[in-house]
């Protein structure tokens, strides 16, 4: 009989019985099957690959996320510079003009805490051609979206605009 030796498998799939056969030691004979010990070898081994990659990957990702971050609140501080800089040279403008403008460009940008400077002080100091110039700066620790900034903790963010004042002469 063609199947006698199937007899020592519990139940056969009707895959097995379509000529899969078995093998010399009495076991089906299939390219999927694996003995259970080894199943559980495998699962173990994707447990441990895992757990080797994982920090790896968060730490990645997380960094891309801070200097993401830090990129952009470095733009929006050029940004800033520049408004203020442009406020501050016009005939007229004051100290408190050019804040005003830098500090409404920032809370469009979502950053608080950041120290605006503008030299000269008094603008009124500057003649025709004489140059303004607007600092703004911010620690990143203060505009960071992660709790405890891994890579850029310590890192103090500027930017800084120059222009000639256009006052009359």
């Known amino acids: 009989m063609r199947f006698a030796s199937l007899s020592k498998s519990p139940t056969l799939t009707n895959r097995h019985q379509r000529g899969m056969g078995t093998n010399p030691e009495g076991r089906l004979r299939s390219r999927h099957w694996l003995p259970s010990s080894s199943r559980t070898f495998r699962a173990g081994v994707a447990v441990v690959e895992f757990a080797l990659v994982a920090p790896l990957f968060f730490l990645l990702i997380l960094g891309m996320i801070e200097f993401g971050r830090m990129v952009m609140v470095q733009q929006v501080l050029v940004n800033a ?41 008094p603008i009124d100091l500057a003649g025709y051609g004489d140059p303004v110039t607007v600092a703004v700066s911010v620690p990143f620790r203060q505009v960071s979206w992660l709790p405890t900034p891994i890579f850029l903790g310590d890192t103090e963010l500027r930017a800084t605009t120059t222009m000639r004042r256009e006052a009359v002469q």
């Open 81 to 121: 510079s520049r408004e203020g800089a442009r406020a501050g040279i016009v005939q007229g403008a004051t100290n408190t003009d050019v804040l005003a403008v830098v500090q409404n460009y920032l809370e469009g940008g979502g950053i608080r805490g950041a120290t605006v400077n503008v030299s000269p002080d």
